[in-house]
């Protein structure tokens, strides 16, 4: 979780001071943990101890924060790591990427990351939604910069307000807009049931044929 906390603050604190740009990449496994990947475009070289002074003085009543924890590489500007990373190195683009267990930890992301207050109820950023078993609710909140998500299912393209929809399972939101949509999950409860019941319709006419078989 910390590594998390590091991530956040250190995101926000540079949206904050609007001296970055920030495009990030969420990836859903179907247990709802999962990948978050940030690319920080700052307007002029710096250093990892310019990046962890950001979060340095951190709130009161914030998580300690364990600078540890994450993977933190400069990168250039077709996105290749930069080979050689020695201590006091400056690059104008740096990669963050950690990951997240499950649905809780994705929102303690989106909590700091997306402007999520402590008063917000909608803290669970993933839910089901209506009546089928299968479909989740997606609300992350505001982008804060374009913003790709992939979910383990198919997303409902009535759903996606203002999001970009790349693919069947793949969303993109831009700087500012709501990042809220709907999907069907994959390999959940209603396919199951229903691939069971296909295995006992083809067993039942095969024991039939079968019979008929014996009957001749």
């Not at 990947?37 to 962890?52: E, G, H, M, W, Y």
Request: hydrophobic fraction near 40%; aromatic fraction near 8%; glycine fraction near 10%.
């Amino acid at each position: 979780m910390k590594r998390l906390m590091l991530l956040c603050v250190f995101v926000m604190a540079l949206l904050v001071a609007g001296c970055a740009q920030v495009t990030s990449e969420i990836k859903v496994d179907s247990d709802f943990g999962g990948s978050w990947q940030a690319t920080i475009q700052a307007p002029a070289p710096i250093s990892k101890d310019d990046i962890l002074s950001a979060v340095a003085d951190k709130k009161e009543g914030t998580q300690s924060i364990d600078v540890t924890k994450i993977k933190l590489v400069p990168v250039d500007a077709t996105g290749k790591e930069i080979s050689g990373d020695t201590p006091g190195m400056r690059s104008q683009s740096w990669k963050l990427e950690t990951k997240f267990a499950n649905k809780d930890e994705l929102a303690s992301i989106s909590k700091i990351a997306f402007g999520r207050s402590n008063g917000d109820k909608a803290i669970n950023v993933i839910y089901p939604y209506g009546d089928d078993p299968d479909v989740y609710m997606f609300n992350l909140g505001q982008a804060s910069g374009t913003t790709t998500i992939t979910v383990p299912g198919t997303i409902i393209k009535e759903s996606v307000g203002k999001g970009m929809v790349k693919s069947d399972d793949t969303i993109v939101f831009a700087q500012g807009t709501p990042i809220k949509f709907q999907f069907k999950k994959s390999g959940s409860w209603g396919m199951i049931i229903g691939g069971v019941l296909a295995i006992v319709v083809v067993a039942g006419g095969f024991v039939w044929y079968r019979r008929r078989q014996v009957a001749a």
